[in-house]
């Protein structure tokens, strides 16, 4: 397990500085509603669009059926390391309202949401792990949504496994520090960074 | 000032706990780039597609350049508190990459980057208030974006100010209790809440 990454000038709270996407989950591990309970808190008390709250989860843990629709819908390079974590959850977003119009905002909505969940999660000592891979339109049929929803992102969650089980390819990848644009490369205007 | 809202079962960190969207602002105030450089290099580390990053800021400080064309971007409902707050940011999202294709995550994206802001700032004692009411088109063209880039919201930062300086309705507004859906509502599968 590595989670080096830049060294940066402003410091961060503990769960912003230490968050970062795995692919080794704890295969034994076994959590319930209970241990994910504060993380489904912090993302209903997301801000969104006139308080729309557009967004819900579906949640499967490792060995049920829920569990079982999101694994076979993952992208293969995704199913090798994700079908081992404790739980695996549809992000949903409600693109249409209940009038029927498009809600432009649902997906901006839902990624908040989501960042919500996972920086209560890593507070709580979890990881978690977002994934765009996956067959959206089948695990929406699988789930039962209807037609106003769409799954837009897929998260494993659970504690930290070992990365020597994963596939070789996979331990070289586990272990490459984290990058990002400088600073100065995304804030503009009247603010300057180096 | 208020942020009462429900009780709830699992407790959150405090940062999520306490973030809420004020329209009272301190009209004193003075931030710069320093103040803001922590929530800044939050966003700057939050998870995206592909490490795809499609996010970027454009800062105005109260009565400079930048915050002058963002403020008149803003629907009368808005301007009427949000003209008074230390800065204004506008979050923009490259909707296109290099290549001249769709980036169908970036607005997702941006919306975690955005809530990594809002948490770190309201770890520094900051708050922030997200809106979508705004003429994006204008301040596109204010800001000179590329034609790949969209601002998808702004957000007013600063330290909390007098609620009596609003207009009469705002303060009402400014008083009331937050509210959400119940858990039992946005979460489905295998976990269950009451």
Avoid: C
Wanted: no cysteine; glycine share 8%.
């Amino acid at each position: 397990m590595s989670h080096d990454h830049d060294p940066h000038e402003f410091s961060l709270a503990p769960a912003l500085e230490n968050r970062w996407s795995p692919r080794a989950f704890s295969r034994t591990e076994v959590l319930d509603s209970t241990v994910l309970g504060s993380a489904f808190e912090a993302a209903r008390w997301a801000p969104s669009s006139g308080n729309s709250q557009p967004w819900s989860f579906v949640v499967g843990f490792r060995g049920d059926e829920t569990f079982g629709k999101i694994v076979a819908s993952l992208a293969s390079g995704n199913q090798v390391w994700a079908e081992h974590a404790a739980a695996l959850v549809a992000n949903v977003a409600a693109v249409v309202d209940a009038e029927g119009n498009p809600q432009s905002h649902a997906i901006y909505d839902l990624g908040q949401a989501v960042a919500h969940f996972t920086i209560q999660a890593t507070t709580d000592g979890l990881m978690v792990h977002q994934m765009g891979g996956f067959d959206a339109q089948m695990l929406g049929k699988e789930l039962m949504l209807s037609s106003s929803q769409r799954v837009v992102t897929v998260m494993a969650v659970g504690s930290a496994g070992n990365p020597a089980d994963l596939p070789e390819k996979l331990q070289e990848r586990e272990a490459r520090p984290r990058t990002r644009k400088p600073l100065s490369d995304i804030v503009e205007g009247s603010a300057r960074y180096a």
